[in-house]
């Protein structure tokens, strides 16, 4: 016991001594005390009232709830992001593991003759055939005094590394699940703007009636007919490429759901979801509401642990090598006998003496790993910033241009009734009722665009706020040390 005491002491010592290099502090950014663009609903309740992880249910859409549910489940990008998570854990274990002694064990047996004419070396003996045989069963162990800390950084940097992946995670499920509604609202959009267009055609059809009726009394010319016939096929051929838009984003509607394009489809339903109230946070909320913010912040503190570990290098490293019991015999029966039982216990230091400027190369190199991290997270946070400014600005001025564009509408409608009126009359030209007939339909669609932009506006702001989430669900991740890794294989 007097032997192994020295040792112990050093593996106490090791214990208490601080890790070398830089304590993390996190990086300061500028954060805007308010947001510049007007807040769209002033009587919006807190961020924390959208539903954690199902933030599309603030829209009221229980066909969108059914497919964000089956991509949650079902996604293939999303399952991907769910591994890479559980090989950062798996990593963050194997670097822990240097925490702990390694022992092994093992197992030898082998059977030798001596030559009798082997060489003596001057002995006064007559050599002779020996034959034996050799049962060996050791123990060895490995372990390096963390001194000054490399182990320490290295489990900090992966463990820093590890919460990046899972904040990483859940901006893959942000990133799916706005993706998802985006390209639903467009689905209902383009149902809407459908029906519109179908309307025009059908109101165009009984126009070509009219004057194909009145062209064969003899009331018109011809001129009238083709007219109206180059506006009708004008119409289909915007139908064509409204169907042929819809099934594109039918399509990625399926595939965002894990499912074959060709086995889905979407019910046509009208476009009538109204914008929801997004509630809004503070700027300085941001950085903790955004998971690709947490993925760059926690990069950075993973970089900041590589500078210990590079610096550790510069220091004298201990380990305890060469130390090995167990037990060996010339007789099977006899292995686990007192008297076989041997050991032996040795240490070992290393200080970096030249290499040729290797060790500071490193240590200059997570220097700049360190700064390019922050310069990723500043910009990550002023990104946000601005897709938040964006989105509000968008939403203002989205609903305001949809409030003028329903008047458009209505004086639109109006000005075709006058045109029909008076060209039935004999006032006017039939080119009159043909550019009627061209800017209703024209003021309709927009309208309808403008609908499926404001729900798609509003999904860019939840998706710009972090959905809901919070930073705080991933600061307890981490591999700790503990008694159960520690006698693991």
Do not use: C
């Not at 267009?197 to 165009?204: F, M, W």
């Not at 550790?312 to 006899?334: D, K």
């Amino acid at each position: 016991m007097r032997t192994l005491s020295p040792l112990w002491a050093i593996i106490i010592l090791a214990a208490a001594t601080h890790a070398v290099g830089p304590d993390y502090k996190k990086p300061d950014t500028a954060i805007p005390a308010h947001w510049q663009a007007p807040v769209p609903w002033q009587d919006a309740s807190p961020l924390d009232t959208i539903p954690k992880g199902y933030w599309w249910k603030i829209f009221g859409d229980p066909e969108l709830d059914e497919y964000e549910d089956r991509a949650m489940a079902n996604n293939q990008t999303l399952k991907a992001a769910v591994a890479r998570l559980a090989e950062a854990r798996a990593t963050a274990r194997v670097t822990a593991a240097d925490l702990y002694p390694q022992v092994n064990l093992g197992a030898t047996t082998s059977r030798e003759r001596l030559s009798a004419n082997r060489p003596v070396n001057g002995a006064p003996i007559t050599p002779t055939a020996v034959q034996q045989s050799d049962f060996v069963i050791p123990f060895t162990l490995n372990y390096e005094i963390d001194l000054f800390g490399r182990v320490r950084r290295s489990v900090e940097a992966a463990n820093a590394s590890l919460q990046a992946s899972a904040a990483d995670l859940e901006n893959v499920r942000l990133m799916l699940s706005s993706d998802l509604a985006v390209d639903y609202f467009q689905v209902r959009e383009l149902d809407a703007e459908i029906a519109v267009v179908n309307k025009g055609i059908e109101y165009q059809q009984k126009g070509l009636v009219l004057v194909e009726r009145r062209h064969t009394g003899g009331v018109v010319s011809g001129l009238d007919v083709a007219q109206q016939q180059a506006i009708l096929d004008s119409s289909y051929t915007q139908l064509h490429q409204l169907q042929q838009q819809r099934a594109q984003y039918e399509h990625a509607v399926a595939m965002l759901q894990g499912l074959p394009a060709s086995d889905f489809r979407a019910p046509v339903r009208p476009l009538d979801v109204d914008p929801p109230p997004v509630p809004l946070s503070v700027p300085s909320e941001l950085l903790q509401r955004r998971p690709d913010i947490a993925t760059a912040e926690r990069r950075v503190a993973s970089a900041n642990a590589q500078i210990g570990v590079a610096r550790a290098a510069l220091y004298p490293s201990i380990s305890l090598t060469g130390t090995e019991a167990g037990f060996e015999s010339r007789h099977v029966a006899s292995i686990l006998n007192a008297p076989s039982f041997f050991w032996s216990i040795g240490s070992a230091a290393i200080e970096p003496i030249i290499a040729g400027g290797r060790y500071h190369a490193r240590l200059d190199y997570a220097r700049g790993v360190y700064a390019e991290e922050v310069a990723n997270y500043r910009e990550s946070a002023l990104v946000a910033f601005q897709q938040v400014e964006d989105a509000l600005s968008g939403l203002n001025a989205l609903a305001a241009a949809s409030e003028s564009q329903q008047r458009a509408v209505a004086d639109s409608s109006r000005y075709l009734n006058i045109a029909n009126i008076r060209y039935t009359g004999g006032l006017v030209t039939y080119l009159d009722v043909i550019t009627a007939q061209v800017q209703a339909l024209a003021n309709e669609r927009l309208a309808t665009q403008l609908m499926g932009q404001r729900l798609i506006t509003s999904v860019y702001l939840v998706k710009a706020l972090g959905g809901g989430w919070d930073s705080s669900s991933i600061a307890s991740l981490g591999v700790k040390p503990s008694l159960k890794q520690a006698v693991q294989q």
